[in-house]
């Protein structure tokens, strides 16, 4: 299999303007499709755009994405990524009804170095339009774990699209996981348009979490030691264990307990984890 990358617009000197499905200019002589079925292809949109505004946790954002959503965009995996901090740190949740634990492929995703930040420097080269990846052993991510799950899955085309701000820093990354051949330019168009549902929607889900477990900033921040915390700022700086011992003068291995406890502290399995909970708990304050 070779590895195909393609953007879903064109280059800036020939950019056409996407074509809603149902318009006028989406219509070919040939166009066998009824009214009826263009006008129920635009009210999926508009159903799909008015459910996003009553997701506001986690579940209510699973029977959206995997229930009305699939009409538009068939996949069988979404990945969510949340990117905080600068270099960034990610975030991860697996959503899916075709396999049933999904945070397994989220975990992977994350304990996977290569995968988040190749999906974004794809992204981010391609001028933040949607990439369509087909996965292969020479394909960006690599052939990983994750990869390898995908695989299993029957899930190795990749729609990939985000938001970012004003500064042009990732702020989330959306990663559909389908089955060869169903992700093409409609679908790449349809995730550009509901990329900023995806996000607000996502976001709440994060801010009722936070809510719901209101005691973990206290928590988090009083069980670190201020040795921990102090290592965590390193950490996030991306400093090795044998810069961190050279600069607080201890041995790495010392610091290498000091990881492990703040990993079981913060109930993370790595240190992106670790950075990525800190960051939103607040007990990191860059």
């Known amino acids: 299999m070779t590895t195909a990358l393609t953007s879903a617009h064109q280059s800036p000197d020939n950019t056409q303007a996407p074509i809603l499905p149902g318009s006028a200019e989406g219509k070919a002589p040939s166009d066998s499709r009824s009214a009826a079925t263009d006008f129920l292809q635009i009210e999926s949109i508009v159903l799909n755009l008015d459910a996003s505004l009553r997701v506001h946790a ?3 954002f699973f029977s959206w994405t995997q229930g009305l959503l699939q009409s538009l965009i068939r996949h069988e995996l979404l990945i969510c990524t949340l990117c905080l901090g600068k270099p960034p740190a990610f975030r991860a949740d697996g959503f899916s ?42 394909s960006q991510i690599g052939s990983g774990g994750f990869q390898r ?9 990749l729609l990939v ?18 089955r060869p051949g169903t992700a093409g330019q409609r679908q790449a168009y349809l995730v550009q ?29 009083s069980v670190l030691t201020v040795r921990e915390l102090d290592i965590l700022k390193w950490i996030y700086l991306g400093k090795s264990n ?29 240190r992106t984890q670790a950075i990525g909970k800190s960051l939103e708990l607040r007990i990191l304050n860059p």
């Open 58 to 60: 986690r579940a209510h």
């Open 97 to 138: 009804m075709t396999t049933p634990e999904p945070n397994l492929f989220s975990d992977m995703f994350l304990r996977d170095t290569a995968v988040a930040p190749a999906l974004l420097k794809t992204w981010e080269e391609r001028r933040y339009q949607p990439v369509v990846l087909d996965l292969s052993p020479t």
């Open 149 to 157: 799950e995908l695989e299993r899955l029957g899930a190795t085309q």
């Open 161 to 178: 699209h985000g938001i970012h701000d004003s500064d042009g820093r990732a702020i989330s990354l959306f990663t559909f996981a389908c």
């Open 193 to 221: 348009l509901l990329a900023p549902s995806l996000h607000a929607a996502w976001v709440r889900t994060q801010l009722t979490k936070r809510a719901e477990n209101g005691g973990d900033k206290a928590a988090g921040g």
């Open 242 to 270: 044998f810069e961190i011992g050279a600069i607080l003068k201890i041995s790495p291995l010392t610091v290498k307990n000091h990881v492990q406890k703040i990993l079981r502290k913060l109930n993370v399995v790595n």
